[in-house]
């Protein structure tokens, strides 16, 4: 078995874990607190349940099937890339699945309810959701992942 394909299972954890952490935690939130209404948690974190129909931070406005299915046929091209580099590490595969498992809870969200919920308000910060944090942290490993490989030894 070659590195690529022992290092798919991390990623498959991975991506499950982050897909039902979001879940759950969206769950939660919402039964907490109503739609449109704002609990401070600390001076610095509220929690707030809102909807987001636009792409990262609301931009775009309303995101349309066309745009869902060219999201799928990149996290697939991502996917269909790593798995054609045989030398590929874990730390690009966790990656991954971080960034795909944050990829997968939203678009839940979008195809259950038509948006993404959000619930985690900081200051300065538009309201996002862990599976936001799973695809920055996703895209941030890949990207020091990549940069490790590509520095000379």
């Known amino acids: 078995m070659n590195r690529a394909l022992a290092a798919l299972p991390p990623a498959l954890v991975a991506c499950g874990a982050v897909v ?3 879940q759950g935690s969206k769950a939660l939130a919402t039964s907490l607190v109503a739609r449109g209404d704002r609990e401070e948690v600390l001076p610095f ?7 987001n ?5 609301g931009l775009a406005g309303d995101v349309s099937a066309l745009l869902i299915g060219a999201m799928l046929v990149g996290l697939l091209a991502l996917l269909v890339f790593l798995a054609a580099r045989a030398s590929n590490g874990t730390a690009l595969w966790l990656a991954a699945g971080l960034l795909v498992g944050g990829a ?3 678009l839940a969200d979008r195809v259950r309810d038509g948006a ?3 619930f985690i308000d900081l200051p300065l910060w538009p309201t996002f959701n862990l599976a ?3 695809i920055v942290a996703g895209v941030f490993l890949l990207v020091l992942a990549i940069d490790e490989r590509a520095s000379p030894d």
């Not at 974190?45 to 909807?51: D, K, Q, S, W």
């Open 116 to 118: 993404v919920t959000d």
């Open 20 to 22: 039902a952490i979001d």
């Open 132 to 134: 936001d944090v799973a």
């Open 104 to 106: 997968l809870g939203n």
């Open 45 to 51: 974190l509220a929690f707030e349940n809102t909807r």
């Open 53 to 57: 129909r636009g792409v990262a931070f």
